[in-house]
């Protein structure tokens, strides 16, 4: 006799990278996949690039990590200089390890991860379905979505909230307030095209200053940079990418001017550090940005979302194996709230406050000092210690609990 699977259907809100990713690896497991997305058209903002190893090893378990590999490129290393330039101290990647980081704009990684969904036979995605409010009962989560053809009421075992900072799921479970903070910064994000490689620059570098501290990293094989860079405080976005020339001159080397660089993209970002009350309600769950929020400084992001993404698809794939109860979800939550407040939310502000802070520097110095003693000392490059440094310090690995 054949018993029924406990999970026959799960909806997805909206196709991030998080939603995508559990698309791909719960429609694997012959569970009937929705993905609901607002817009009409995969997201186009190059937001996210820098991917750590627990994300590659999720990759690797979708069967995605080959073509990752092949659209992005391995960053040679990270440094951080002063603002004339000169090097301070770095970390060379260690290309050998299978889990080393890769580097692919955000708008590439979801294309990409688009066409793995589309060839699972479980997976289907709606477009131009905007989730407007959701409703539960015992058996069964329900989202309200607005569409073209108008309002309809979709149901399935549980409702994967992957919808991003501002998404409706956790407003419809938990209200508007997010709690948490807004950074007392502004950063503005550019992408460009402009050869620091001339200069002398890594692949990625972090520039150190109290006020004019920015970040230079190679996103693109063909040479596309991502420059995050500090401003005012308070200046609407027209008064921001006003500045950017300016800024431009004034930060980067060789003091370029407009005709001297390719600007591709320019927009102000808020920094926030928001942390959601429970990743769990019944037949919802919170993923992602829809469940914590982190500034962009060492990647905390979008690595902290792939590791809800290992966790949750293990508890899903354990209901669905008869192994556990869905109380396991409940731990989800727990744990997944704990890694925020414990890694998550520190390190990531750590990773900023190491650019500028006054009160930062003893550490700075301590963390420098350990890196130039890695480039001298053979023994410890030899026991792979570039990695597992790079790794602790931005504590990537304590991210999953498997
Ligand atoms: C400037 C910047 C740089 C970052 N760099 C990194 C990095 O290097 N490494 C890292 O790990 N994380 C980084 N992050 C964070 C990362 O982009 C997010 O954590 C990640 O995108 C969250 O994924 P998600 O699936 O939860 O939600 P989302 O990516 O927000 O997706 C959810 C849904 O919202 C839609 N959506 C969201 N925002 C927009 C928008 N602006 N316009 C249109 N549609 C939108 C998407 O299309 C999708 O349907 C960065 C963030 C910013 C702002
Ligand atoms: C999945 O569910 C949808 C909606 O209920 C249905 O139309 C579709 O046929 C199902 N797909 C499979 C492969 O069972």
New binding site residues.
């Given amino acids: 006799m054949v018993s029924e699977k406990p999970i026959k259907k799960i909806i997805i809100v909206?196709?991030?990278?998080?939603?995508l990713l559990l698309g791909i690896l719960l429609a694997k497991q012959g569970i009937n996949i929705t993905i609901l997305?607002a817009?009409t058209e995969?997201?186009k903002?190059p937001?996210?690039?820098?991917?750590a190893s627990i994300a590659i090893q999720e990759m690797r378990r979708a069967g995605v990590l080959e073509d990752v590999q092949r659209e992005g490129y391995i960053p040679e290393g990270v440094c951080w200089r002063e603002f004339d330039g000169t090097y301070i101290a770095g970390i060379k990647s260690h290309v050998d390890d299978p889990d080393v980081m890769v580097c692919l704009p955000?708008d590439k990684l979801i294309r990409l991860y688009y066409r793995h969904f589309q060839k699972e036979k479980m997976g289907n995605l709606l477009w131009a379905h905007k989730v407007v409010g959701i409703e539960q009962d015992v058996k069964e989560a329900r989202v309200i979505c607005e569409t073209p053809e108008g309002t309809k009421t979709l149901g399935a075992d549980y409702v994967l909230g992957?919808?991003?900072?501002n998404s409706q799921v956790r407003k419809s479970l938990f209200g508007k307030e997010y709690p948490g903070e807004t950074l007392h910064s502004q950063i503005i994000?550019t992408n460009v095209y402009y050869d620091f490689h001339k200069f002398g620059y890594w692949d990625s570098n972090f520039i150190v200053h109290p006020e004019d501290w920015y970040m230079a990293a190679k996103i693109t094989p063909d040479g596309m940079w991502r420059v995050?860079y500090g401003d005012k405080i308070g200046l609407s976005t027209k008064e921001y990418l006003e500045r950017q020339p300016m800024r431009y001159e004034h930060l980067l080397p060789g003091n370029p001017k407009p005709g001297d660089y390719r600007l591709m993209n320019a927009s102000p970002?808020k920094l926030q550090q928001r942390c959601a009350p429970s990743f769990r309600v019944g037949r919802f769950i919170l993923?992602?940005?829809?469940a914590h929020l982190c500034n962009?400084f060492g990647?905390m992001?979008?690595?902290g979302?792939f590791a809800d993404v290992t966790s949750l698809y293990d508890c899903l794939i354990a209901i669905q194996n008869g192994l556990t109860t869905d109380k396991i979800l409940d731990k989800y939550s727990e744990i997944r709230i704990k890694k925020w407040a414990e890694i998550i939310d520190p390190v990531s502000r750590g990773n900023f406050r190491r650019l500028w802070a006054e009160d930062a520097i003893p550490e700075r110095l301590a963390f420098f000092e350990m890196c130039k003693k890695m480039d001298t000392d053979e023994e410890m490059q030899k026991g792979g210690a570039a990695a597992s440094v790079l790794r602790v310090f931005l504590i990537w690995n304590a991210l999953t609990d498997r």
């Fill in positions: 909206r196709a991030g990278p998080a939603g997305e817009n995969l997201d903002n937001r996210a690039a820098h991917y955000l992957c919808d991003g900072a994000a995050t970002y993923v992602a940005d829809a962009p990647g992001g979008l690595t979302g």
